[in-house]
């Protein structure tokens, strides 16, 4: 089994685009059970609250936001015997010094090249340094679990080829230390838009609008959101993502939630009307998430067993990443302390 690792930002509830486009599949991809604890541990998740400092926000919400998130992502299927979860602060002295390292690799000019920068600092007064170094923070994640494949949405492309980047700049110039990665995407629900506007992807940073469906949405809340989903004057449903964002946008999320490809969900409604698709969609959804919402709330009933969880994650964190970060601190010359 490939290495793999990813991470989310506690900047607001999981929503169902974050589910579909990376969630999903970290579960999916988890070595099956019965894997022999030593092989265990391949998969590497990480709920990134640093990298939520990088924008405006409250203290105490970042606090809440990181446990509810740490506990949605176990309800959604992680699992501790066949993947690792920690949170990215109780790692925090080796990702930032992974990230101070791996600073004097990295450009200013590739750092400002990048849209998810573009797009958080336009129209702001003043924007944190800690925003314009996000994605070596992000490079520092991936590049310390020796990690190959990166499940994530369409949305962080750029910052795992940045990823790459970095990594093979590095090894060039102090010897081969670090394991390049790629990105992985699903097969559908890799870009999930807003339902109401669907040529903007769905966000979690919006706050609560009824074109984002968080995972912890009632089920009827679900199902109205669906419902009211932005679709056109036509009445054709097919996948067309110029000319029909909306309709695809259902689709793919019909496709997401039933494990179905595009071309099954596109056939599965040919001929059927609009409604009939927003009805299959609004269910289909609720019936993936229902499972999670019932295990989230067990789960929050326990947050000791979550902590507990979340510390052993970390302690075998910091084990993996430690040696990676002694070769990048041989490599690049730092004198070893004769005591350790
Ligand atoms: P974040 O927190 O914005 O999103 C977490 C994951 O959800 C995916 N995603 C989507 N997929 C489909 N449709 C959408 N509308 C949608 N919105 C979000 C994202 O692509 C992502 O996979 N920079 C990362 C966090 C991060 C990270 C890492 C990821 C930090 N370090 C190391 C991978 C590896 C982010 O902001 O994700």
New binding site residues.
Partial sequence: MARV?????P?GEM????F????QHWVAGQPAPGTPAADAGDAVF?V?DL?AMTVPYDPADLRRLTRELATLLLASGLDEQRSLLFI?SHVGGIHSECTWLLNNTATIGELRRMT?FKDKSQGQESVSVGLFN?PV??AS??LLYDTEE???????RQ??ELTRDIAMRFNARFGETFMIPRATYPPS?????DLQNPTK????SGGDSPGCVFVLDDPKRIAKKIKSAVTDSDTDIRYDTEAKPGISNLLDLYAAATKSTLGEAASHFDGQRYGDLKVAVADAVVAMLEPVQARYAELSADPAEVDRILAHGAQRAAERATPVLDRMRDAVGLLRPAIR
């Fill in positions: 690792f990813s991470g989310i930002k900047t929503q169902l685009g974050n579909c486009g990376a969630i990480c990134v990298h990215q998810q996000y923070l992000m994640d991936i990166v499940p994530v949405g369409d949305d962080q910052h795992v629900g890799a870009r999930i838009m992807k769905m966000s979690k």
